[in-house]
């Protein structure tokens, strides 16, 4: 196939291609049909679809160059808005290549011009078929949701050299862990921050997206909670409209009938190691967890290949019916016993944004 | 003077059948639709509240459209004529009339507006060169033996 075309068009001038992005797919969609009905009042029967696309494309493209040198007549003019006889001046233009009647005549007004006389006997002659579809107003403009200033919000920019008129800074919940709100909780909440504590932040910040990275990529095959059990009704509430979003459950809570799932031997350890400490379960966590994420932090190949082999063979012990112990592997910030202290609508909102951000993000 | 007088009343007349036919417009409905039309004035950097311009850029690109297509049924019209010619003993091969690349390409070329649109589309619209496994494919169906 030669794709001699294509290069040609380029070169031609990619200032005429202001239709070729995606956004645009909508528009020639449209164009395509309007121009399937002009084609069928005409008296066609049948069409090529590349000649369908071509003829759509003309479609668009000559709107545009209406639209474009009405503009041009206008700001010549002095003015921001087209008014009637722009549009003639530009009909006009673009009709000149072929005549009109008319065209030669000096002093010819633009009212009486052969363009307009031409269209008014058009719309006289011809059958005028609506648009098969109802076509909504379009592009959709999304409203955005504006962060309030300092001013408006009530707060005291952080440091003088904030102006408050300028947009507030986001909710520090929505980028930093619990544990981090819970050991600075005054730190967050003061305006001022000193060097030190704005460091310490930074680091708890880092560790709570590594966190939440292992959290989720641990709820594969943990089968615990993503965020605790008092969280895990609630995120299942949060995520009802996409299930794959929703928590995991646990056993008991729903009666699901799953088949055991017969551990390999080399994973038994593993699995066992966990069962075996349901008392100090968040201690036993932290140790088997901070290795794997000094492991991970230290960027080795060999350590996150063998994670992702653990990962991937793993898998298989997902399971409901097993009681393993509530907290899951990933909570590392869990180890803090004072959670049942935080409020709930708190942590569903911050669970909510983080989630939302993870994914986005993968 | 007389002059002056009678092409001020020409212009009355102009003007007022103008506006008449302004506000007929928005009695008929053009296959175009105005949604379309106002996004794409709207990319352009055109502005204007009135709704009834609107219309008569859709009403003015509509009679365009019809215009190439017409063309190109004249033309097809006239490669059907001229393949049943040669061939009287047989009917034609296509009865129906078909919009193809080749037609519109040629209406397009005879069309002549593109010289004073910013890009040179339709007389570069061509067919694009293929590898075919048959020395006859693509060739014009009327000269083809069947």
Redo the contacts between chains.
């Keep these: ?5 294509l290069e ?2 380029k070169k ?2 990619s ?2 291609f ?2 070729g992005s995606k956004s645009d797919d909508f ?1 020639l969609a ?2 395509k049909v ?2 399937a ?3 069928d ?8 679809l ?3 696309e ?2 759509s494309d ?11 040198s ?2 041009l007549s206008a700001n010549l003019g002095g003015r ?5 006889f722009d ?1 003639i001046h530009g ?1 006009e ?6 005549g009109f009647a008319g065209a030669s005549d000096v002093d010819r ?1 633009v ?2 011009s052969g ?2 006389r ?3 006997h ?2 006289g002659d ?1 059958d ?4 098969a579809y109802d ?5 959709v403009v999304k409203e955005l949701k504006e962060i309030g200033s300092f001013r408006e919000k009530g707060e005291d920019p952080p440091g003088e050299h904030i102006p408050s008129w300028l947009p507030a800074f986001p909710v520090p919940e929505t980028y930093a862990t619990r544990s981090s709100v819970e050991n600075e909780p005054m730190s967050v909440s003061i305006g001022k921050e000193t060097e030190s504590v704005l460091a310490s932040v930074e680091r708890k910040t880092k560790r709570s997206l590594l966190n939440l990275q292992l959290r989720i990529a641990n709820n594969e095959y943990e089968g615990g909670s993503l965020h605790g059990v008092e969280n895990a009704s609630r995120a299942r509430e949060d995520f009802e409209g996409n299930p794959y979003l929703a928590a995991p459950l646990h056993s008991g809570e729903k009666d699901v009938e799953v088949s055991p799932v017969v551990l390999p031997a080399k994973l038994s350890n593993e699995v066992t190691l966990r069962n075996s400490v349901p008392g100090n379960a968040i201690v036993g966590n932290n140790e088997t967890f901070a290795s794997a994420i000094d492991a991970m932090k230290s960027g080795l190949c060999d350590s996150n290949n063998g994670k992702k082999k653990l990962l991937s063979t793993q898998r298989p012990t997902l399971r409901f019916k097993i009681g393993i112990r509530k907290k899951s592997l990933g909570t590392v910030p869990d180890f803090n016993p004072r959670n049942e202290d935080l409020e709930k609508d708190d942590k569903k909102r911050r669970v909510e944004t983080i989630l939302k951000e993870s994914i986005q993000s993968s | 003077m007389n002059h002056k007088q009678q092409s001020n009343d ?2 009355h007349d ?2 007022s ?2 506006s008449d ?2 506000a ?2 928005m009695d ?6 105005d ?16 709704v009834r ?1 609107i219309r ?2 859709a ?8 215009e ?3 063309d ?2 004249q033309h ?1 019209k006239a490669r059907q004529a001229a393949g049943a010619k040669d061939k009287r003993d047989k009917q034609p091969k296509d009865k ?6 080749d ?2 390409s040629k209406s ?1 070329r005879e ?11 339709g007389v ?3 067919q ?4 075919a496994d048959n020395p006859s494919t693509g060739m014009d169906p009327a000269s083809r033996d069947e």
Excluded at chain 1, 80 to 84: G, K, Q, R, W
């Design positions: 196939m030669n794709n001699g075309c040609q068009r031609e001038g200032k005429s202001k239709f528009a449209i164009a309007a121009a009905q002009v084609c009042s005409v008296g066609f029967q049948g069409f090529h590349s000649a369908l071509t003829l003309i479609i668009v493209r000559y709107i545009f160059s209406i639209g474009k009405a503009n921001v808005e087209a008014n009637l549009i009909l233009e673009l009709g000149s290549g072929l007004c009212v009486n363009i307009v031409d269209i008014i058009f719309v011809a005028f078929v609506p648009f076509v909504p107003r379009f592009p | 020409g212009k102009d003007d059948a103008l036919f302004l007929s417009l008929y409905t053009p296959s175009i639709p949604e379309l039309v106002e996004h794409c004035l709207a990319k352009s950097g055109f502005q204007c509240p009135d311009l008569l850029v009403v003015a690109s509509q009679k365009f459209v019809a190439v297509a017409s190109s049924l097809c129906r009339l078909i919009l193809t690349m037609d519109l397009l069309v002549g507006h593109f010289e004073s649109i910013d890009f040179v589309y570069n619209v061509k694009q060169e293929y590898f």
